[in-house]
């Protein structure tokens, strides 16, 4: 399967079918293949672009802390964009990878056609709750660094399904990629010009507010929940999650410029 190399690291994609181009970003301690099942339906009209987060999956997972960071990670997308030969893509992802997606918009406007946002929270606005936010994802890094990958067995079960090398990454990419810095996704949000479906389980407590917010914030934003399904709502209920994503990716406008000229 093809990689990239970004500075000496290595990122793990693959691509499905051909048409307009659509970049789907896993969760955080998840992989590629949480979409799998997904595949067959989404690359039947779009040029699907799944890929490994770094420290994820088939990714490298480097020593050096300062090689995870939202930047650098929404780098690797604008990437594996370019490798794929797509000026503009349909940008989605779960949880943190609807995140990254966000973030990619705010750094590269220009290339989103759409935005599919997924079980995700839009950052913080408060710092004392982007503290908070960030004392979790650290105490998963440090948990992660002394249970190594057995922790994945009691999370969720795209995680705990999830193949990974070994936990060092995945502490790192956690305290690199998971932790945040500042307001600017959230602040983000009533300047999206691009059509946009939020997706969330109707199970998936947590986010939910956060998908009302982002809804309300997004211009023109679309927005399903769900029925019992969780924070993996594509694994929950993958029938309807294609069924929610399938109308919103048909009504898109016409792109001309599909592909690098």
């Not at 940008?91 to 220009?110: C, N, Q, T, W």
């Not at 950052?123 to 004392?135: H, L, T, V, Y």
């Amino acid at each position: 399967m093809p990689r990239i190399d970004r500075d000496g690291v290595g990122i793990y994609y693959e691509v499905h079918g051909e048409g307009p181009p659509l970049l789907l970003t896993h969760g955080y301690s998840s992989t590629s293949a949480m979409w799998h099942d997904q595949v067959d339906a989404l690359a039947r009209e779009h040029k699907l672009i799944l890929w490994d987060m770094r420290g994820h999956g088939q990714s490298d997972y480097p020593d050096d802390p300062g090689a995870y960071s939202e930047a650098l990670t929404v780098g690797d997308m604008a990437a594996i964009l370019d490798a794929v030969g797509a000026k503009r893509a349909i940008i989605g992802g779960l949880s943190l990878g609807g995140y990254m997606s966000l973030a990619f918009y705010r750094a590269h406007p220009e290339r989103a056609r759409a935005l599919l946002i997924i079980d995700t929270g839009p950052g913080f606005k408060k710092d004392d709750a982007r503290e908070a936010w960030n004392a979790r994802a650290l105490a998963t890094a440090d948990r992660l660094d002394r249970e190594g990958l057995d922790m994945l067995k009691s999370a969720t079960r795209e995680r705990a399904t999830a193949s990974h090398r070994n936990a060092s990454g995945l502490a790192r990419a956690a305290r690199g990629m998971l932790t945040q810095r500042d307001a600017r996704v959230i602040e983000l949000l009533p300047d999206i010009k691009v059509p946009s479906l939020i997706v969330v389980g109707a199970d998936d407590t947590p986010f939910l507010a956060a998908s009302d917010y982002m809804a309300a914030k997004i211009p023109g934003a679309q927005k399903v929940v769900i029925p019992a399904a969780g924070h993996a709502v594509n694994i929950d209920q993958p029938k309807a999650f294609v069924d929610a994503v399938e109308p919103f990716l048909k009504n898109l406008p016409a792109q001309v410029d599909q592909a690098r000229t």
